[in-house]
């Protein structure tokens, strides 16, 4: 069983940044790809970014250049960095061990003057 903890959401004004942090427990996490998802009020979850066990990237069109995601195996977490937010960012935002259901419980992060 593995379980996800998601922390570091907020409130930021346009331009600001902030962090997100998903923990894993299971002693699974340093084999898996990692992604970050979000989702707003009536629509899908839409993936914003993964990251491999080797440490390979891949971004949404709309957060490259914008949003980095890294992982450290020793802490078993996966970060999303979230720098020049725009207010098309808020939304709840999941991690997820990839290829599989396991999901963390979301955290809300809100853009807005």
């Known amino acids: 069983q593995v379980q996800l903890v998601e922390s570091g959401g907020g409130v930021v004004q346009p331009g600001g940044s902030l962090r997100l942090s998903c923990t894993a427990s299971?002693?699974?996490?340093?084999?898996?790809?990692m992604g970050w998802y979000r989702q707003t009020p009536g629509n899908q979850r839409e993936l914003v970014a993964t990251?491999?066990?080797?440490?390979?990237?891949n971004y949404a069109s709309s957060v490259k250049g914008r949003f980095t995601i890294s992982r450290d195996n020793v802490k078993n977490t996966v970060y999303l960095q979230m720098n020049s937010l725009k207010t098309e960012d808020t939304a709840v935002y999941y991690c997820?061990?990839?290829?599989?259901?396991?999901w963390g419980q979301g955290t809300q992060v809100t853009v807005s003057s």
């Open positions: 990251i491999t066990s080797g440490v390979i990237t």
């Open positions: 299971g002693g699974i996490f340093r084999f898996v790809t």
């Open positions: 997820k061990v990839e290829r599989t259901n396991y």
